[in-house]
């Protein structure tokens, strides 16, 4: 009873959240949306059981990337409003719910089927932390070892591409500052 | 070096060309005629090693390059791919030693080169494989002969030429990985040596399939009626070596191709597709010959009088017996070196003029005596008069298609009339008359480098519409073989009844066939069907 | 009124449309990087609800890898975006048609 | 023999090369006179020839090479000289060294005299393969061989519009016919086996009746050609536009006989269908009186010769139809002396009126051109058929064939036809030669020809005039060869009633020409006389309108349908076809170019589009292939 008012209750959240977080014009609207629509999630993997999932799910989502987010808005002039053309509401939607029901469909296709067996069984008495920690540095060992050296490779990326000109603020300059800039640019490259 | 001749024949020119590339401006027109003689002295030392007597495949060379797909390069050569061999040499070293002054003459000799490679391949090919790389490799010199040198509309034309020649080669593509796929299936094994398929009986039905996937690659080569709209095209946009090499030896690729598939692999089919094939044929040879009477420039009355002959050649081989197969590959022959003999001709009076109307002309057999006498011999040879080359050629391949069909042969035989109608109009319009235009007045006769290609080929027009045994022979020797082999396959009543028996040549074959072979084959089919 | 996992996979169903929505809808690239990570989520709870319903840790592991790579796409992605926005001055979708065929 | 043989053959080979060495250069008389030498040997031989085989009786037969030989095919070059080639080859041979030599006058002031030699020698030697070969083949290549010759010759005066249209014309009509031939040939092959005259004629007799008369019928339709038989008659009129030696020797003497020579050397084969023989002969007492009655009114010289010629070959196919070889072979022989002169003679005219054709223009020659004048009554006199001269001999003999073969219809078309030939014949002469010069209006001097031209018009004078003391010889040599058949009317009285009768008809109607001819009121026709208005002059003059139909619906129509073909189909249909396909692949394209506008956002949207397709194909095929025993179930309930 409790679960399914648990479920219910952040299952309405989250969409909320995302909602407003595809809908908004205001890019900081959509940042706090989307923020609090991860912490949501995390609900629903200790719902779930996964607990070592949902503590994740905050420190890197609700924790670093959306520190990254909120980084990088700054270099952004947020305040700007974005004209956004629109095309076909009615195609957007359609696809995306058609597409939406056949990803489950797939997904859920061998479950609906009964066709599995767990190749990881859930350990009786050990808590999820520990299964996770057994299966990731058995079998998934070197995925993890990769997706570690990915997000260093990432780490790196990002600072060369955003850390070039650091000193320049476009924000900061005026559209005539910026407009030679880009001259001087165009001469570089030609 | 007797043994690798044909790998010789047909790499050297390709060798010759990659070092033609580091050959000095000046003196590459000597280059190019010096390796083009070899190559022709080569080809004419292949016809005399060549043993006419022997009916089969000679100067066998057999290297394996996929071995878990059977696809190895085997080369040899036999009575009906010998003389189109030499015939490319010939035309490749009396084109490059005639070129007159041209833009880029490295680049034009280089490609020809690479383009004598191609034809060479294609006609020395036994394995399907080979044979198409060869087929498709010979597309690209041509499209850049057309697409550099030619006229206002080149690249129409010659994208038009290469698109059109690739869809059809594809769809024979399909035809030869089936036909592989189903040799796998009968043996067991992977080949796609033409000669191992030979011993492939097919059903009908699976004939009839697969002689439609082939006779589209070689219906638009050749080109047949009513794919053959992209020959005037390319023929009166290209250069006239372009053109010349086209008329003499590319469009008998086509040709060639159906007397080594079609023919042998599909017997049943052959006999079955005939009389459509002959309606075609016929079809060509008169609306194209009324058509070639309406054009208004020269170059497009030869372009669509090689459609024309080319009907004839595809009647005498529909013919499905020794005469006619035998006056098809001749007619080959001559056709290659009476249009190509007519192409060059068309070239000096526009390399003088600079146009091919024929109303700019009138009246020059006065002012170029030599040329006009000339033109006159190729223009008697065309319209197949007898004791000139053509009509051998033509006389075999009709004769041998009224033993199928009387009518269709009296309606075939119409050729010899609307032939002389558009040729003579077309001469009487550029060489009888008074001189009207000034501009003519006063033009040079044919020139020493332009009589280099004209004089050999008037020489082997006369010889050979006199004396044809010396080529006759050899092709009639393995006509015998290829009719001999399809009267053995073939399967049902009428198509035995229709392809003659030529008993002697039948026990050979029935010999080198292996039964079990066949009997496995005719069970898959069963199977498969 | 027990939760199966029909319920969790009608959940990211919604979800994922809402994030295909806003790849569609949004003109502002920040805003695209917003819906892409719905996607991903939408995906991982539906990972974690198999995984918990048949007892298969697979699922779990496969979210992890997910957050994974949404991180280091975000790192990478957003360099990439202040570098463009840094030569164009801004960072509309629309003015982003240098693939023009 | 072999060596004269050969050198009956292939000396005019020689004259024609030689003379074409000088082919660009200037005139040289060497030219003419070696290649005219030349024939003389061949003529030389060809004689000794003919006395070989008259004396021994005995046939020259040699296989020199192989030309073809594929399958069962064997056709060598193979020549032989029996009777009736023999015959043959002293025609042309003799003819033509007739003309070689007065053409070295004839062609003096011409700038393509060296030109005119070889070709006029390369025509002798296409003539003497035509006759000497053993097979259709070889038969066959003499036969393309005179028409190319012939086209050369017609258009040898290539500057002028009319001989070049001529030429053509003559070529493109004997190619109708020669498919004809070509189609018997093939029939001849493929029924017999072989092409050899001796071994295909043994075989005949074994071989169905229908097969035969198409073989019948199709050579025929090539000797119509060559010819000039109804329909296909137009060309050798026009064929006038030629030099005159060329008209004297191709188309009067030699060529044109090709197809008589051809039912002649058939006549194994025309022997077993006489139904075709009967066709053949109406065909030639048709075209005898059909080009008769043409000549009448014509106002050229050379095509009243030339619709003379015609009508002489009616004659002759009427005697090879109903199978009186010998007879169309005696006549054709006959023929070729009197009208080759008669042409020569005619040459001389036009030379002395400065290329003037009609006679009503001249008038009176007889004073300057006293030669000339005999040679050509002489020749016309013969060809009237007037005893003791060669005609005489010859077309009498076809009038008594027709008579005792009982087709009556038959031989008064041809008795009528002799009235009428005699008629034309002497308008001509009366009108050339008699009655007022009206020349003189026209400013003309007439002079008479060189000497030797007459010199060497005298052989053919002379033979005009005894051919016919031959008959017994001739007919005793050549039905060694073919059936011979004599020809007897039953009754004396009959037979002397006949001749009679003919001979004072043919009488009558020269003293009629003569008469209407010779007067003095004659005036060159303006186009205003009552006659000239009236229907059948019309008719006569416009050759039936013939020509003018042939124009208007067969050679009008088939430019127009080129046109049509070309314009039409060719770039509207097919070609717009293929060019069809390529845009339908060129607009999809061009249409789908769109989805790659570089826009991120449209190219999302269609990313989506197509994972949606991707994913809808994947639980389609997931389905169908969880449900596959079900659906096949399914299915074969539908009946499919």
Same mark, same amino acid.
């Not at chain 2, 041209?102 to 034009?108: A, E, L, R, S, Y």
């Not at chain 4, 005949?204 to 329909?231: H, N, R, Y």
């Not at chain 4, 020349?439 to 005894?466: D, N, Q, R, T």
């Given at each position: 009873?409790?679960?399914?008012?648990?479920?219910?209750?952040?299952?309405?959240?989250?969409?909320?959240?995302?909602?407003?977080?595809?809908?908004?014009?205001?890019?900081?609207?959509?940042?706090?949306?989307?923020?609090?629509?991860?912490?949501?999630?995390?609900?629903?993997?200790?719902?779930?059981?996964?607990?070592?999932?949902?503590?994740?799910?905050?420190?890197?989502?609700?924790?670093?990337?959306?520190?990254?987010?909120?980084?990088?808005?700054?270099?952004?002039?947020?305040?700007?409003?974005?004209?956004?053309?629109?095309?076909?509401?009615?195609?957007?939607?359609?696809?995306?719910?058609?597409?939406?029901?056949?990803?489950?469909?797939?997904?859920?296709?061998?479950?609906?089927?009964?066709?599995?067996?767990?190749?990881?069984?859930?350990?009786?008495?050990?808590?999820?932390?520990?299964?996770?920690?057994?299966?990731?540095?058995?079998?998934?060992?070197?995925?993890?070892?990769?997706?570690?050296?990915?997000?260093?490779?990432?780490?790196?990326?990002?600072?060369?591409?955003?850390?070039?000109?650091?000193?320049?603020?476009?924000?900061?300059?005026?559209?005539?500052?910026?407009?030679?800039?880009?001259?001087?640019?165009?001469?570089?490259?030609? | 070096?007797?043994?690798?001749?044909?790998?010789?024949?047909?790499?050297?020119?390709?060798?010759?060309?990659?070092?033609?590339?580091?050959?000095?401006?000046?003196?590459?027109?000597?280059?190019?005629?010096?390796?083009?003689?070899?190559?022709?002295?080569?080809?004419?030392?292949?016809?005399?090693?060549?043993?006419?007597?022997?009916?089969?495949?000679?100067?066998?060379?057999?290297?394996?390059?996929?071995?878990?797909?059977?696809?190895?390069?085997?080369?040899?050569?036999?009575?009906?791919?010998?003389?189109?061999?030499?015939?490319?040499?010939?035309?490749?070293?009396?084109?490059?030693?005639?070129?007159?002054?041209?833009?880029?003459?490295?680049?034009?000799?280089?490609?020809?080169?690479?383009?004598?490679?191609?034809?060479?391949?294609?006609?020395?090919?036994?394995?399907?494989?080979?044979?198409?790389?060869?087929?498709?490799?010979?597309?690209?010199?041509?499209?850049?002969?057309?697409?550099?040198?030619?006229?206002?509309?080149?690249?129409?034309?010659?994208?038009?030429?290469?698109?059109?020649?690739?869809?059809?080669?594809?769809?024979?593509?399909?035809?030869?990985?089936?036909?592989?796929?189903?040799?796998?299936?009968?043996?067991?094994?992977?080949?796609?040596?033409?000669?191992?398929?030979?011993?492939?009986?097919?059903?009908?039905?699976?004939?009839?399939?697969?002689?439609?996937?082939?006779?589209?690659?070689?219906?638009?080569?050749?080109?047949?009626?009513?794919?053959?709209?992209?020959?005037?095209?390319?023929?009166?946009?290209?250069?006239?070596?372009?053109?010349?090499?086209?008329?003499?030896?590319?469009?008998?690729?086509?040709?060639?191709?159906?007397?080594?598939?079609?023919?042998?692999?599909?017997?049943?089919?052959?006999?079955?597709?005939?009389?459509?094939?002959?309606?075609?044929?016929?079809?060509?040879?008169?609306?194209?010959?009324?058509?070639?009477?309406?054009?208004?420039?020269?170059?497009?009355?030869?372009?669509?009088?090689?459609?024309?002959?080319?009907?004839?050649?595809?009647?005498?081989?529909?013919?499905?017996?020794?005469?006619?197969?035998?006056?098809?590959?001749?007619?080959?022959?001559?056709?290659?070196?009476?249009?190509?003999?007519?192409?060059?001709?068309?070239?000096?009076?526009?390399?003088?003029?600079?146009?091919?109307?024929?109303?700019?002309?009138?009246?020059?057999?006065?002012?170029?005596?030599?040329?006009?006498?000339?033109?006159?011999?190729?223009?008697?040879?065309?319209?197949?008069?007898?004791?000139?080359?053509?009509?051998?050629?033509?006389?075999?391949?009709?004769?041998?298609?009224?033993?199928?069909?009387?009518?269709?042969?009296?309606?075939?035989?119409?050729?010899?009339?609307?032939?002389?109608?558009?040729?003579?109009?077309?001469?009487?319009?550029?060489?009888?008359?008074?001189?009207?235009?000034?501009?003519?007045?006063?033009?040079?006769?044919?020139?020493?480098?332009?009589?280099?290609?004209?004089?050999?080929?008037?020489?082997?027009?006369?010889?050979?519409?006199?004396?044809?045994?010396?080529?006759?022979?050899?092709?009639?020797?393995?006509?015998?073989?290829?009719?001999?082999?399809?009267?053995?396959?073939?399967?049902?009543?009428?198509?035995?009844?229709?392809?003659?028996?030529?008993?002697?040549?039948?026990?050979?074959?029935?010999?080198?066939?292996?039964?079990?072979?066949?009997?496995?084959?005719?069970?898959?089919?069963?199977?498969?069907? | 009124?027990?939760?199966?996992?029909?319920?969790?996979?009608?959940?990211?169903?919604?979800?994922?449309?809402?994030?295909?929505?806003?790849?569609?809808?949004?003109?502002?690239?920040?805003?695209?990087?917003?819906?892409?990570?719905?996607?991903?989520?939408?995906?991982?709870?539906?990972?974690?609800?198999?995984?918990?319903?048949?007892?298969?840790?697979?699922?779990?592991?496969?979210?992890?890898?997910?957050?994974?790579?949404?991180?280091?796409?975000?790192?990478?992605?957003?360099?990439?975006?202040?570098?463009?926005?840094?030569?164009?001055?801004?960072?509309?979708?629309?003015?982003?048609?240098?693939?023009?065929? | 023999?072999?060596?004269?043989?050969?050198?009956?053959?292939?000396?005019?080979?020689?004259?024609?090369?030689?003379?074409?060495?000088?082919?660009?250069?200037?005139?040289?008389?060497?030219?003419?006179?070696?290649?005219?030498?030349?024939?003389?040997?061949?003529?030389?031989?060809?004689?000794?020839?003919?006395?070989?085989?008259?004396?021994?009786?005995?046939?020259?037969?040699?296989?020199?090479?192989?030309?073809?030989?594929?399958?069962?095919?064997?056709?060598?070059?193979?020549?032989?000289?029996?009777?009736?080639?023999?015959?043959?080859?002293?025609?042309?041979?003799?003819?033509?060294?007739?003309?070689?030599?007065?053409?070295?006058?004839?062609?003096?002031?011409?700038?393509?005299?060296?030109?005119?030699?070889?070709?006029?020698? *390369?025509?002798?030697? /296409?003539?003497?393969?035509? &006759?000497?070969?053993?097979?259709?083949?070889? !038969? =066959? %290549? #003499?036969?393309? @061989?005179?028409?190319?010759?012939?086209?050369?010759?017609?258009?040898?005066?290539?500057?002028?519009?009319?001989?070049?249209?001529?030429?053509?014309?003559?070529?493109?009509?004997?190619?109708?016919?020669?498919?004809?031939?070509?189609?018997?040939?093939?029939?001849?092959?493929?029924?017999?086996?072989?092409?050899?005259?001796?071994?295909?004629? *043994?075989?005949?007799? /074994?071989?169905?009746?229908? &097969?035969?008369?198409?073989?019948?019928?199709? !050579? =025929? %339709? #090539?000797?119509? @050609?060559?010819?000039?038989?109804?329909?296909?008659?137009?060309?050798?009129?026009?064929?006038?536009?030629?030099?005159?030696?060329?008209?004297a020797l191709i188309h009067a003497a030699t060529m044109v006989t090709a197809g008589v020579y051809l039912v002649v050397r058939a006549n194994p084969l025309y022997d077993l269908i006489p139904s075709v023989g009967l066709f053949i002969a109406s065909l030639g007492a048709f075209v005898a009186l059909f080009a008769a009655s043409m000549a009448l009114v014509n106002r050229d010289m050379k095509r009243v010769i030339a619709y003379s010629t015609l009508s002489q070959l009616g004659y002759m196919f009427a005697a090879a139809g109903l199978g009186a070889y010998w007879v169309a072979l005696f006549h054709l022989m006959a023929h070729a002396f009197f009208k080759a002169l008669l042409f020569l003679g005619a040459g001389n005219v036009m030379h002395a009126m400065h290329d003037e054709l009609d006679p009503f223009k001249m008038g009176g020659l007889n004073k300057v051109m006293k030669g000339t004048f005999v040679m050509?009554?002489?020749?016309?006199?013969?060809?009237?058929?007037?005893?003791?001269?060669?005609?005489?001999?010859?077309?009498?003999?076809?009038?008594?064939?027709?008579?005792?073969?009982?087709?009556?219809?038959?031989?008064?078309?041809?008795?009528?036809?002799?009235?009428?030939?005699?008629?034309?014949?002497?308008?001509?002469?009366?009108?050339?030669?008699?009655?007022?010069?009206?020349?003189?209006?026209?400013?003309?001097?007439?002079?008479?020809?060189?000497?030797?031209?007459?010199?060497?018009?005298?052989?053919?004078?002379?033979?005009?005039?005894?051919?016919?003391?031959?008959?017994?010889?001739?007919?005793?040599?050549?039905?060694?060869?073919?059936?011979?058949?004599?020809?007897?009317?039953?009754?004396?009285?009959?037979?002397?009633?006949?001749?009679?009768?003919?001979?004072?008809?043919?009488?009558?109607?020269?003293?009629?020409?003569?008469?209407?001819?010779?007067?003095?009121?004659?005036?060159?026709?303006?186009?205003?006389?009552?006659?000239?208005?009236?229907?059948?002059?019309?008719?006569?003059?416009?050759?039936?309108?013939?020509?003018?139909?042939?124009?208007?619906?067969?050679?009008?129509?088939?430019?127009?349908?080129?046109?049509?073909?070309?314009?039409?189909?060719?770039?509207?249909?097919?070609?717009?076809?293929?060019?069809?396909?390529?845009?339908?692949?060129?607009?999809?394209?061009?249409?789908?170019?769109?989805?790659?506008?570089?826009?991120?956002?449209?190219?999302?949207?269609?990313?989506?589009?197509?994972?949606?397709?991707?994913?809808?194909?994947?639980?389609?095929?997931?389905?169908?292939?969880?449900?596959?025993?079900?659906?096949?179930?399914?299915?074969?309930?539908?009946?499919?």
């Open positions: 009873m409790f679960e399914a008012i648990a479920f219910y209750l952040f299952a309405f959240l989250t969409i909320s959240m995302f909602y407003i977080a595809v809908t908004t014009t205001q890019a900081l609207y959509a940042l706090s949306a989307l923020a609090a629509g991860m912490i949501f999630i995390s609900a629903f993997f200790f719902i779930l059981g996964a607990d070592f999932l949902g503590a994740v799910q905050i420190v890197v989502y609700s924790g670093a990337v959306m520190a990254l987010y909120a980084f990088g808005m700054m270099f952004f002039d947020t305040t700007r409003e974005i004209k956004e053309k629109q095309g076909n509401k009615a195609i957007i939607l359609g696809l995306s719910i058609i597409s939406a029901i056949l990803v489950v469909v797939i997904v859920g296709a061998p479950i609906i089927g009964n066709n599995i067996t767990a190749a990881y069984p859930v350990t009786e008495g050990a808590g999820n932390v520990q299964e996770v920690g057994m299966v990731l540095f058995t079998k998934y060992l070197v995925p993890f070892e990769v997706a570690a050296v990915m997000l260093l490779v990432a780490m790196i990326a990002g600072i060369v591409l955003a850390g070039k000109k650091m000193d320049l603020s476009l924000t900061l300059m005026s559209e005539a500052e910026i407009m030679m800039m880009k001259e001087e640019d165009k001469k570089v490259h030609l | 070096m007797l043994d690798h001749i044909l790998s010789i024949l047909i790499f050297f020119p390709a060798l010759a060309a990659v070092l033609g590339f580091a050959v000095n401006k000046n003196s590459i027109r000597s280059y190019g005629v010096a390796v083009a003689t070899i190559e022709f002295v080569l080809a004419l030392w292949l016809w005399f090693a060549f043993d006419s007597s022997v009916s089969g495949m000679q100067f066998m060379e057999h290297i394996p390059l996929v071995k878990a797909f059977g696809i190895n390069y085997i080369v040899g050569v036999d009575g009906i791919s010998l003389f189109i061999i030499i015939l490319a040499a010939f035309f490749t070293m009396i084109g490059i030693a005639s070129l007159g002054e041209t833009k880029d003459i490295k680049n034009m000799i280089v490609t020809l080169l690479f383009l004598q490679m191609t034809m060479v391949g294609v006609f020395a090919a036994l394995d399907a494989i080979v044979f198409y790389l060869f087929w498709e490799l010979s597309l690209v010199p041509m499209l850049y002969i057309i697409g550099a040198w030619g006229g206002p509309l080149r690249i129409y034309a010659s994208v038009k030429f290469f698109l059109y020649t690739f869809t059809g080669s594809l769809v024979m593509l399909v035809g030869m990985l089936f036909m592989a796929y189903f040799y796998y299936q009968a043996t067991g094994e992977w080949s796609f040596a033409i000669l191992d398929w030979y011993r492939l009986i097919l059903p009908e039905t699976f004939q009839k399939w697969l002689f439609v996937a082939f006779f589209f690659g070689f219906a638009i080569k050749v080109p047949m009626f009513p794919f053959h709209t992209w020959l005037p095209y390319a023929h009166g946009q290209a250069p006239t070596i372009g053109s010349v090499i086209l008329a003499a030896i590319l469009l008998k690729m086509g040709t060639y191709a159906f007397i080594r598939f079609s023919l042998p692999l599909f017997p049943d089919a052959s006999v079955y597709f005939m009389y459509p094939i002959a309606v075609l044929a016929i079809i060509m040879i008169i609306y194209t010959a009324m058509v070639a009477y309406a054009q208004k420039d020269i170059k497009q009355v030869v372009a669509y009088s090689s459609v024309s002959h080319m009907g004839v050649i595809i009647l005498g081989i529909f013919a499905l017996n020794v005469e006619g197969i035998t006056g098809s590959i001749f007619l080959m022959i001559a056709h290659g070196v009476v249009s190509g003999a007519l192409f060059f001709l068309v070239g000096v009076i526009y390399d003088r003029r600079h146009t091919k109307y024929m109303s700019e002309f009138g009246g020059l057999a006065s002012v170029m005596p030599r040329y006009a006498t000339i033109f006159g011999i190729m223009l008697m040879a065309s319209v197949g008069l007898p004791l000139t080359i053509n009509f051998v050629g033509e006389f075999l391949s009709l004769l041998g298609f009224y033993k199928q069909s009387h009518t269709l042969t009296l309606l075939a035989g119409m050729a010899i009339i609307v032939g002389a109608i558009y040729m003579l109009s077309a001469y009487k319009k550029m060489f009888f008359g008074v001189v009207t235009k000034d501009e003519n007045r006063n033009l040079p006769d044919v020139n020493k480098r332009e009589l280099v290609a004209l004089i050999p080929l008037t020489i082997i027009t006369i010889w050979l519409g006199i004396y044809p045994k010396v080529l006759l022979e050899p092709i009639n020797t393995s006509v015998e073989a290829v009719v001999g082999l399809m009267h053995e396959k073939s399967l049902t009543q009428e198509a035995k009844s229709r392809i003659p028996n030529l008993t002697k040549d039948a026990e050979v074959i029935t010999n080198s066939a292996e039964n079990t072979v066949e009997n496995s084959t005719e069970n898959s089919a069963e199977e498969a069907h | 009124m027990e939760i199966g996992l029909n319920h969790y996979l009608v959940l990211t169903t919604i979800l994922f449309a809402i994030g295909l929505v806003g790849v569609m809808r949004r003109k502002n690239l920040l805003m695209l990087f917003f819906a892409t990570e719905i996607l991903l989520n939408a995906v991982n709870i539906s990972f974690a609800a198999i995984s918990h319903y048949y007892g298969d840790l697979t699922g779990q592991m496969f979210a992890f890898f997910v957050i994974a790579i949404a991180a280091s796409e975000v790192a990478v992605g957003l360099g990439l975006l202040i570098v463009w926005h840094k030569k164009h001055n801004n960072i509309d979708l629309d003015n982003m048609s240098t693939m023009r065929g | 023999m072999e060596l004269f043989l050969y050198t009956a053959l292939f000396s005019p080979l020689v004259g024609s090369l030689f003379a074409a060495l000088f082919g660009a250069s200037k005139k040289t008389k060497m030219a003419g006179i070696i290649p005219s030498a030349l024939l003389g040997l061949s003529l030389i031989s060809s004689f000794v020839l003919l006395v070989s085989v008259l004396s021994s009786g005995e046939t020259v037969h040699v296989e020199m090479m192989t030309w073809m030989a594929t399958g069962d095919l064997y056709i060598p070059f193979g020549f032989v000289v029996d009777q009736v080639s023999v015959t043959m080859m002293m025609v042309v041979t003799l003819v033509s060294t007739v003309v070689h030599v007065y053409a070295i006058g004839y062609m003096d002031h011409d700038k393509g005299f060296n030109r005119f030699f070889s070709y006029l020698s *390369a025509f002798v030697f /296409s003539m003497m393969v035509l &006759v000497m070969s053993d097979n259709f083949a070889g !038969l =066959f %290549i #003499g036969w393309e @061989g005179v028409g190319l010759c012939s086209w050369l010759l017609i258009g040898f005066w290539y500057h002028k519009e009319s001989a070049t249209w001529a030429a053509n014309e003559a070529f493109i009509m004997n190619r109708i016919a020669d498919l004809g031939m070509l189609i018997g040939i093939f029939l001849v092959y493929w029924n017999t086996g072989t092409l050899q005259y001796e071994q295909a004629f *043994a075989i005949m007799p /074994s071989l169905e009746i229908d &097969v035969l008369t198409w073989m019948g019928i199709f !050579l =025929f %339709i #090539g000797a119509m @050609g060559k010819s000039a038989q109804f329909p296909l008659h137009t060309w050798l009129a026009d064929a006038m536009e030629g030099p005159t030696p060329v008209s050509m009554t002489i020749a016309s006199v013969a060809l009237a058929g007037i005893f003791p001269l060669a005609g005489f001999f010859s077309k009498d003999l076809i009038l008594e064939v027709a008579f005792v073969e009982n087709h009556y219809i038959i031989y008064s078309v041809l008795l009528f036809t002799a009235g009428l030939t005699a008629f034309y014949s002497f308008r001509l002469v009366a009108l050339i030669f008699h009655g007022e010069e009206r020349y003189k209006l026209f400013g003309i001097h007439p002079h008479e020809a060189y000497k030797f031209m007459l010199v060497a018009m005298s052989p053919l004078l002379l033979l005009a005039i005894i051919a016919g003391s031959f008959k017994m010889t001739y007919f005793e040599m050549v039905t060694k060869l073919l059936p011979a058949t004599e020809y007897h009317v039953h009754s004396s009285l009959t037979y002397w009633i006949m001749t009679i009768g003919t001979q004072l008809f043919v009488a009558f109607a020269i003293v009629y020409a003569y008469k209407k001819y010779t007067s003095r009121d004659i005036k060159v026709p303006d186009g205003t006389s009552k006659l000239e208005n009236c229907f059948c002059y019309k008719l006569l003059i416009n050759q039936y309108y013939i020509p003018r139909f042939y124009e208007d619906y067969i050679v009008k129509s088939y430019r127009e349908l080129s046109e049509i073909f070309w314009t039409k189909i060719d770039q509207k249909i097919v070609d717009a076809t293929v060019d069809g396909i390529a845009n339908i692949f060129y607009q999809t394209g061009e249409r789908t170019r769109v989805m790659q506008s570089g826009n991120l956002s449209t190219m999302l949207k269609w990313m989506v589009a197509g994972t949606v397709t991707l994913l809808s194909l994947a639980v389609a095929f997931g389905l169908a292939a969880r449900y596959s025993g079900e659906i096949k179930i399914f299915l074969s309930g539908l009946g499919v």
